[in-house]
């Protein structure tokens, strides 16, 4: 499977401002996408990065408060923009990889407390 | 009603027994299905996907799988204290979405 690193790892934020996190791929991969993970909660697709053209979100998931980018095949970046401590949240990128394409990786994700 | 429904545990079994994890599901269209481990701070870790009915086995783990009835299921032999974390049923929705269960917390006391 693709080797996936994320930075920063970690972070706390002030109310207001933003963060940008970036997901760097070891190859080149089809598909990549951007989740949430509230404390004690599992996993919410937020959007998926496409390659040369908007990222596709999610209900409840708008582009103003989370724009991401995604320059070519082997790297993408989520910010979460004014941010509040609602946000407070583990950010996870992850990219389809393995012998079929179908399979789902998961990168070590950032942990964001926003104060 | 949830898309994927898991029980939230903790499941408790002893070093060496088999510990049964279940997940049910709302999509009947639904083709694929995964397992994910995902320890305290850490990321989830993709252990087994299935895509037919029946068993598919990986070593310890066995994922189960009963289209008829929504339902999947994961069984770990052998059960190690190693094997404590969080599992994670996750079901692919249309062509690529993962719409995870909240996870069953397992505990495997030596």
């Known amino acids: 499977s693709a080797v996936i690193s994320q930075k920063p790892s970690r972070d706390i934020c002030q109310r207001g401002t933003s963060l940008t996190i970036q997901c760097q791929v070891d190859s080149q991969v089809t598909m990549m996408f951007w989740y949430r993970q509230q404390p004690g909660q599992s996993l919410t697709l937020i959007a998926t990065?496409?390659?040369?053209?908007?990222?596709?979100?999610e209900s409840g998931f708008v582009i103003d408060k989370f724009p991401i980018s995604r320059p070519n095949l082997t790297f993408s970046t989520l910010t979460v923009s004014n941010m509040s401590p609602e946000d407070s949240s583990i950010y996870l990128c992850?990219?389809?990889?393995?012998?079929?394409?179908?399979?789902?990786?998961f990168g070590p994700g950032t942990r964001l407390t926003v104060l | 009603q949830k898309e994927v429904e898991q029980n939230s545990g903790p499941l408790s079994v002893p070093e060496g027994a088999i510990a049964s994890l279940n997940c049910t599901y709302s999509d009947r269209g639904s083709q694929s299905f995964f397992w994910y481990r995902q320890y305290s701070g850490k990321s989830p870790e993709l252990i087994m996907f299935?895509?037919?009915?029946g068993d598919k086995e990986d070593g310890r783990f066995t994922a189960q799988l009963n289209k008829a009835s929504q339902y999947v299921s994961l069984l770990i032999r052998d059960s190690q204290p190693s094997d404590s974390a969080t599992y994670l049923c996750?079901?692919?929705?249309?062509?690529?979405?993962?719409?995870f269960g909240t996870g069953t917390r397992l505990l495997v006391s030596p």
């Open positions: 299935i895509y037919s009915n």
């Open positions: 992850s990219v389809t990889s393995g012998p079929t394409y179908n399979e789902q990786f």
């Open positions: 990065a496409n390659q040369g053209s908007e990222a596709t979100y």
């Open positions: 996750a079901v692919k929705v249309g062509f690529q979405k993962l719409v």
